[in-house]
């Protein structure tokens, strides 16, 4: 009997991982209906973000990768409850529009549309890549949840690899540490969550949106020390250790 249940959840979790691709590939395939990450509210042509100043950089930074984590944990939530609902839709599309407004602020500093470009989509891929994991821990699939980690730190390493390139942003093993930090939470989150434990999903859930917070603060004193004129002269290199 128990290996029947087996098969029956891992013949629902492949059947729902392919509905996935077709139900959320604005999540991290491109495919969004919204605007592309250079005609965002943070670039250029708009908000002007090189004529802030750095703690209004700071800020911004630390609201959209904040409310990433609040996106993240609503949509995934919505999945594991209803995959698939107007619910889960309309938390995906909402969790889309952050993704382009995060990749604008973090590639704020990057030298070509094309590695921005390149940032957003493996942004886009670490986020289908918790929606995989969600569906193999509802379904109790440990080899699936293991391949769904195995993904994330993939991404986790070519997103290290493009932040640190000509010391754009920050070091490898700074990203790496921060988003392995990260990976931990959500992850443990998630499996508190689909079994039912859920003062332990939202307790690493909150330890995540703290977390993400003093990432925002390093990657903008990064962004800072590597273009020092970028933003107003009313701060300076002098005011952030």
Same mark, same amino acid.
Request: aromatic share 8%; net charge negative.
């Given at each position: 009997? @128990?290996?029947?249940?087996? @098969?029956?959840?891992?013949?629902? @979790?492949?059947?729902?991982?392919?509905?996935?691709?077709? %139900?959320?590939?604005?999540?991290?395939?491109?495919?969004?209906?919204?605007?592309?990450?250079?005609?965002?509210?943070?670039?250029?042509?708009?908000?002007?973000?090189?004529?802030?100043?750095?703690?209004?950089?700071?800020?911004?930074?630390?609201? !959209?990768?904040?409310?990433? !984590?609040?996106?993240?944990?609503?949509?995934?939530?919505?999945?594991?409850?209803? *995959?698939?609902?107007?619910? *889960?839709?309309?938390?995906?599309?909402?969790?889309?529009?952050?993704?382009?407004?995060?990749?604008?602020? !973090?590639?704020?500093?990057?030298?070509?549309?094309?590695?921005?470009?390149?940032?957003?989509? %493996?942004?886009?891929?670490?986020?289908?890549?918790? *929606?995989?994991?969600?569906?193999?821990?509802?379904?109790?699939?440990?080899?699936?949840?293991?391949?769904?980690?195995?993904?994330?730190?993939?991404?986790?390493?070519?997103?290290?690899?493009?932040?640190?390139?000509? #010391?754009? !942003?920050?070091?490898?093993?700074?990203?790496?540490?921060?988003?392995?930090?990260?990976?931990?939470?959500?992850?443990?989150?998630?499996?508190?969550?689909?079994?039912?434990?859920?003062?332990?999903?939202?307790? %690493?859930?909150?330890?995540?949106?703290?977390?993400?917070?003093?990432?925002?603060?390093? @990657?903008?004193?990064?962004?800072?020390?590597?273009?020092?004129?970028?933003?107003?002269?009313?701060?300076?290199?002098?005011?952030? #250790?």
């Amino acid at each position: 009997m @128990i290996w029947m249940m087996r @098969i029956r959840g891992l013949l629902l @979790i492949l059947i729902v991982s392919a509905v996935l691709s077709v %139900l959320i590939p604005q999540t991290a395939h491109g495919q969004s209906s919204s605007p592309d990450v250079m005609d965002s509210p943070l670039s250029t042509s708009s908000a002007q973000p090189q004529t802030m100043s750095y703690s209004d950089f700071r800020v911004l930074l630390n609201s !959209v990768l904040r409310e990433h !984590v609040y996106l993240s944990a609503e949509a995934l939530k919505a999945g594991a409850d209803n *995959f698939g609902s107007d619910k *889960f839709k309309v938390s995906t599309k909402a969790l889309d529009d952050n993704s382009i407004t995060v990749a604008s602020a !973090v590639t704020d500093s990057f030298s070509s549309p094309e590695l921005k470009a390149q940032f957003l989509a %493996l942004w886009r891929k670490h986020i289908d890549d918790y *929606f995989y994991y969600m569906l193999a821990s509802k379904a109790n699939n440990q080899q699936l949840k293991n391949q769904a980690e195995g993904d994330l730190k993939n991404v986790a390493g070519q997103m290290a690899d493009l932040m640190s390139q000509n #010391d754009q !942003v920050m070091p490898k093993s700074a990203v790496m540490q921060m988003l392995n930090d990260h990976g931990k939470m959500v992850l443990g989150s998630i499996d508190a969550y689909t079994s039912g434990d859920y003062g332990t999903a939202e307790s %690493l859930t909150h330890q995540a949106y703290i977390q993400m917070g003093q990432a925002a603060d390093s @990657i903008a004193q990064s962004i800072l020390k590597v273009n020092p004129n970028k933003y107003s002269a009313s701060e300076n290199l002098g005011q952030i #250790d």
